[in-house]
């Protein structure tokens, strides 16, 4: 007997690494800007211990862990991360097949990110996205004052399309979004393409390796 999948009302995107392929260059910035300040680390170490955490929490870490770093570190990051970005990222394979499915079926989606909306009008304006989501559809961290892990950017996007937690879908990369979802009542897909999905699954995320995956996991295959 073939699996039903049930189809959400609203999907919620996080925006690094699951809408652009932005990680890899941002946390690129990271190391480099790091090991001037006394903390050297690789990439695999970078990404391992900060991709969907605040710069907030990546400056009180690296402080913790050996870094001398000035008072103004977050803005001068974000400078060069920013700049970085501005060279050019690309979308994740299979998104723009996804929201146009999406779209064609009525289905409300929106991005909640633990990051700025200055930073996602870099990587999503580039690529056509922007407006697609600004400024209705478009939960910051930065604005809202709250970030992953705790639930309430989700909660606030549900509160602003009229849905119940239990109806929404959250597609996410990190560890802290999956928490942020588990937290917050909301069914999880927990985006790995090169990787097993350990640190997502054990937050009760359903590990996918592409994002063609996803409209078979909601119902619209």
């Known amino acids: 007997m073939p699996v039903t999948y049930p189809t959400p009302d609203l999907v919620i995107f996080d925006c690094d690494g699951v809408l652009v392929d932005s990680e890899?260059?941002?946390?690129?910035?990271?190391?480099e800007n790091l090991g001037r300040y006394g903390l050297d680390l690789t990439l695999a170490d970078c990404m391992d211990l900060f991709v969907g955490g605040t710069m907030a929490d990546v400056r009180a870490k690296s402080i913790a862990w050996g870094a001398t770093l000035p008072?103004?570190?977050?803005?001068q990051v974000y400078d060069e991360t920013y700049a970085k970005l501005?060279?050019?990222?690309?979308?994740?394979?299979?998104i723009p097949d996804l929201l146009a499915i999406l779209q064609k079926k009525g289905?409300?989606?929106?991005v909640a990110s633990n990051g700025s909306e200055d930073k996602m009008r870099i990587t999503l304006g580039q690529n056509g996205l922007w407006d697609m989501f600004h400024p209705h559809a478009m939960f910051s961290a930065h604005t809202l004052k709250t970030g992953k892990p705790d639930p309430d950017l989700f909660l606030a996007?549900?509160?602003?399309?009229?849905v119940q937690a239990r109806n929404c879908l959250v597609i996410e990369d990190s560890e802290?979004?999956?928490?942020?979802?588990?937290?917050?009542?909301?069914?999880?897909?927990?985006?790995?393409?090169?990787?097993k999905g350990t640190r997502l699954t054990r937050h009760n995320a359903e590990h996918i390796t592409s994002m063609t995956e996803v409209p078979r996991l909601i119902g619209l295959a």
Do not use: K, T, Y
Request: with cysteine; glycine share 12%; net charge negative.
């Open 86 to 94: 501005r060279e050019g990222v690309d979308l994740v394979l299979g």
């Open 176 to 195: 802290n979004g999956a928490v942020a979802a588990a937290r917050a009542g909301m069914r999880c897909l927990g985006f790995d393409p090169h990787g």
């Open 24 to 31: 890899i260059l941002s946390n690129q910035v990271l190391v």
């Open 71 to 75: 008072e103004d570190w977050v803005a």
């Open 157 to 162: 996007a549900a509160c602003h399309f009229d």
């Open 107 to 110: 289905i409300a989606f929106c």
